[in-house]
């Protein structure tokens, strides 16, 4: 199993970014996935959630109208579009699949940097 975030850098405030996060070694179209985010010295937090056929999304509040999940399950890929980036939102940004009774399975990616700053 493998997860593989990228696209994170090093953008101005108000700018944008889109991560990718690719998918192998499990049925992704059977997984809803999710975007967490750890800022430093802070507990991991949840950004956005798609569900198995991308038909369902949520975000977490402060991400609303600024941060979009979408999923190809043709490429085995979800993507997190965030646009009006703030400093707070500079993290190490996870790719997160789950699957099954109290999410039995659960896989996590290395994580991608996101530096919001001018």
């Known amino acids: 199993v493998r997860l593989v975030e990228s696209g994170g850098g090093l953008v101005q405030p108000g700018g944008s970014l889109r991560l990718s996060c690719a998918a192998s070694g499990f049925t992704f179209s059977s997984y809803r996935m999710s975007w967490y985010r750890q800022a430093p010295g802070k507990e991991r937090e949840l950004v956005a959630t798609i569900s198995s056929a991308g038909g369902s999304t949520n975000y977490a509040d402060s991400m609303k109208g600024r941060f979009t999940i979408s999923r190809d399950n043709a490429k085995n890929t979800v993507y997190l579009q965030m646009n009006s980036l703030k400093p707070e939102d500079t993290a190490v940004y996870y790719c997160?699949?789950?699957?099954?009774?109290?999410?039995?399975?659960?896989?996590w990616g290395q994580g991608t940097q996101v530096t919001v700053s001018s």
């Open positions: 997160n699949a789950k699957r099954g009774p109290s999410n039995a399975y659960d896989y």
